[in-house]
Nanobody
Framework: QVHLVESGGGLVQTGGSLSLSCAAS????????VGWFRQSPGKEREFVAT????????DYAASAKGRFTISRDDAQNTAYLQMNDLKLEDTAVYFC???????????????WGQGTQVTVSS
């Protein structure tokens, strides 16, 4: 089992940047692919980005491509989501998730953090 804690959320103006972190504890982090998802009020949780266990594969939602970058530092048991050129529609609670299998569906992930709020203002 792995325990995930997100951090780095906050309030930022449109066009600004934020870097989210997902710190993992428990079983070996290198066994897990990591995904980032987000959920806005009244909306379904949606996929944002994912990275494979060996960092070779990454995938992004269309809304995140070119603006967001997912990465991981296995020595620190931490995954990151760098978000640039933030837009109003990026406002959401952002969750990281982990599982042995790399995927873009939230059903592919077993372990979830509690989420961190990102608010983008004009």
């Amino acid at each position: 089992q792995v325990h995930l804690v997100e951090s780095g959320g906050g309030l930022v103006q449109t066009g600004g940047s934020l870097s989210l972190s997902c710190a993992a504890s428990g079983r070996a982090f290198t066994k897990y692919a990591v995904g980032w998802f987000r959920q806005s009020p009244g909306k379904e949780r949606e996929f944002v980005a994912t990275i494979s266990r060996d960092s070779i594969l990454t995938d992004y939602a269309a809304s995140a491509k070119g603006r967001f970058t997912i990465s991981r530092d296995d020595a620190q048991n931490t995954a990151y989501l760098q978000m640039n050129d933030l837009k109003l529609e990026d406002t959401a609670v952002y969750f990281c998730a982990a599982d042995g299998y790399y995927g873009t569906s939230d059903s592919a992930y077993t372990y979830w953090g509690q989420g961190t709020q990102v608010t983008v203002s004009s």
